[in-house]
Every structure is written in structure tokens, then in C-alpha cells.
């Protein structure tokens, strides 16, 4: 049973390129949540997705933004970007989304540097 | 704004020697705190949910706890394998059923 996977594992960019980020769940999940992990820091939420649309949002500019395909799995875009995006993002999985707790699943993260 | 706090941000210890790290969290209404560990260049792995204050739960040599203000992940005799990033995070009932809030994480070295 493969878990979370993303892709790719690393990129590297220029400022202002944009960049776009894969994820698919766990077997038999069907909400997918991103998270920016900074060097040293832990992980900040940027937003959820279930149904295909974007249930919760963090504290992120609208550079960011999302998708969810009807298989589950979910895209990461960031426009315009800026070297302070440098960061590993995290795609985590569960199932069911506001129906209750879920135990989150995390994938191996995609190492974004930007140059 | 719900705020976690873990202390230290690192520690040092030789193979045997137990010891015991802090998570200081601040949350409007606790639907659960959790302990992650996460391996360098790896996404975190679950080790422990936690809902209730006095609750305690236990994996192999690590014992987590939980109070209304604080929460504990106690090592006894760890070993070189144990060395890695520890990370706590809360989860709000206001802020939603998903969203977690997470620690910087204590980076935890075990010397044989």
C-alpha cells in the first residue's frame, strides 16, 4: 500500500518563475493538506482540500494556490516566487475532512530552493 | 491564536541516559496535540495523539503525557536510532478538524 507521494523530490527555481508541486494521498484517503516547512522550523499549514475545493486557508499570500482532481491527488502552485519561499513543502493525507479527527499522513516533502 | 512552544531546541544525549522533552501549547479548545518524529530530509512521522488532560500513551522507549497547558514525550534509555527532529502540534476545535498547529521541534542527538 503506497503511502504519500510527491513530486518532485527537489527544485530549484530563479525569483519570480513559478512553480508547481504534485501530491497523491494514501490509499483510501480523500483530503489532502500543504505544508512549508522552513530550515529549522516546523511545519506551517498553508491550506486543506476535500471535494475538489479549498476547505481552509493559513496565513499565505495568494500566490499560493491549489487543486484537487477527482482522484484525490492535488497540485501546489506558487507564482511569482521569492527567495524566502526556499523551503520543503509537505503534502499530508487523511480522510474525511471536518467530520472529525483524522490521523495525518505526510509524504517525503518536495526541497524547493529559489535562486 | 492558537502558539506551541518545545523546549530545548536541542539536546545531547549519550546512549542510555533518559530524559524528557517539553511542549507548552496555548489553544482555544483542544481537539488533540500530537508528537511527530521527522528524519532529516523526511516527511513526519505520527508517533502519538493525545486528547485529554492526564492521558498517557506509550511506544517501544517513549512515553507521551498531556496536561492542560503542556505536554511531555519522555526517552528512557534511548538509543543511536532515537536521534532525530521530535515534533508536537495541536489541533484546535475552532480552527477546524485538520489544520495543525506545529512546534519548531526539539532536534534530539543520541551519542553511543
Known amino acids: 500500500d503506497a503511502g504519500v507521494t510527491q513530486s518532485p523530490t527537489h527544485l530549484i527555481k530563479t525569483r519570480g518563475q513559478q512553480v508547481t508541486l504534485r501530491c497523491s494521498p494514501k490509499s483510501g484517503h480523500d483530503t489532502v493538506s500543504w505544508y512549508q516547512q522552513a530550515l529549522g522550523q516546523g511545519p506551517q499549514f498553508i491550506f486543506q482540500?476535500?471535494?475538489?475545493?479549498?476547505?481552509q486557508r493559513g496565513n499565505f499570500p495568494d500566490r499560493f494556490s491549489g487543486h484537487q482532481f477527482p482522484n484525490y491527488s492535488s497540485e501546489l502552485n506558487v507564482n511569482a516566487l521569492l527567495l524566502g519561499d526556499s523551503a520543503l513543502y509537505l503534502c499530508?493525507?487523511?480522510f474525511g475532512a471536518g467530520t472529525g479527527y483524522e490521523k495525518l499522513f505526510f509524504g517525503s516533502g518536495t526541497q524547493l530552493s529559489v535562486l | 491564536e492558537d502558539q506551541v512552544t518545545q523546549s530545548p531546541e536541542a539536546l545531547r544525549l549519550q546512549e542510555g541516559e533518559s530524559s524528557s522533552l517539553n511542549c507548552s501549547y496555548t489553544v482555544s479548545g483542544l481537539r488533540g496535540l500530537f508528537w511527530y518524529r521527522q528524519d532529516p530530509g523526511k516527511g513526519p512521522e505520527f508517533l502519538f495523539t493525545?486528547?485529554?488532560a492526564g492521558e498517557e500513551k506509550e511506544k517501544e522507549r517513549l512515553k507521551a503525557t498531556l496536561t492542560k497547558k503542556e505536554s511531555f514525550l519522555h526517552i528512557t534509555a534511548p538509543k543511536p536510532e532515537d536521534s532525530a527532529t521530535y515534533l508536537c502540534?495541536?489541533?484546535?476545535?475552532?480552527?477546524?478538524?485538520?489544520?495543525?498547529?506545529f512546534g519548531q521541534g526539539t532536534r534530539l542527538t543520541i551519542n553511543p
Open positions: 502540534a495541536v489541533q484546535g476545535i475552532i480552527q477546524g478538524a485538520q489544520k495543525l498547529v
Open positions: 482540500y476535500y471535494e475538489e475545493e479549498e476547505r
Open positions: 493525545l486528547y485529554s
Open positions: 499530508a493525507s487523511s
